[in-house]
């Protein structure tokens, strides 16, 4: 993935590494208060 003449993620590190990002949010239940506000109040925080 790229950006301008930026490459800032390989294809062959995306699902390794997104893995990590919400295996993390799991373990520390970040988003267990979200529930009750709509999606758009969600996108801003």
Not at 14 to 36: G, P, Q, R
Request: net charge negative; charged share 40%.
């Amino acid at each position: 993935m790229a950006k301008d003449d930026s490459r800032f993620c390989q294809g062959a590190f995306v699902h390794s590494e997104s893995k990590k990002i919400f295996d993390a949010l799991k373990i520390e239940n970040y988003l267990k208060d979200c529930s009750d506000i709509s999606k758009e109040e969600f996108a801003k925080n």
